[in-house]
């Protein structure tokens, strides 16, 4: 049990982590009404992984989490939208955006397996 908690917490960091990387990044950007559209969005949906993630970890229920989990993982594969909107809008900042679309890929992937394997523990 104690290694399960630590995965928890440290997919708690990181999804932190990746919300705050995507705000300095946001930052960072030329302020104009496309940028300040995409980076709203791409704030938002970033900042929601994490927090969808901490609210599935205190779920009342098996369903709660599953659903928690689900929002989680919606808001990464938006949050990875966004990015590519700006990595469009903003050619110099390309590479930044390869590793923070990556970040949200691996992330977006981890939340699918924890679901995945939670489905399949719910059925036995």
Not at 47 to 70: I, M
Not at 84 to 98: F, G
Request: aromatic share 4%; glycine share 6%; net charge positive.
């Amino acid at each position: 049990m104690h290694g399960e908690n630590n995965r928890v917490y440290d997919l708690e960091e990181r999804t932190s982590e990746y919300a705050k990387r995507v705000i300095r990044l946001c930052r960072s950007l030329p302020q104009d009404p496309i940028n300040n559209r995409l980076t709203g969005q791409v704030v938002g949906s970033a900042g929601s992984t994490g927090a969808n993630y901490r609210e599935a970890n205190d779920a009342l229920g098996k369903k709660d989490f599953l659903h928690r989990l689900r929002i989680s993982r919606k808001e990464a594969k938006e949050s990875i939208h966004w990015l590519d909107c700006i990595a469009t809008a903003n050619p110099q900042v390309k590479d930044r955006m390869r590793e923070l679309i990556k970040e949200g890929n691996e992330i977006k992937n981890i939340l699918s397996k924890i679901i995945i394997n939670s489905e399949k523990n719910n059925k036995k």
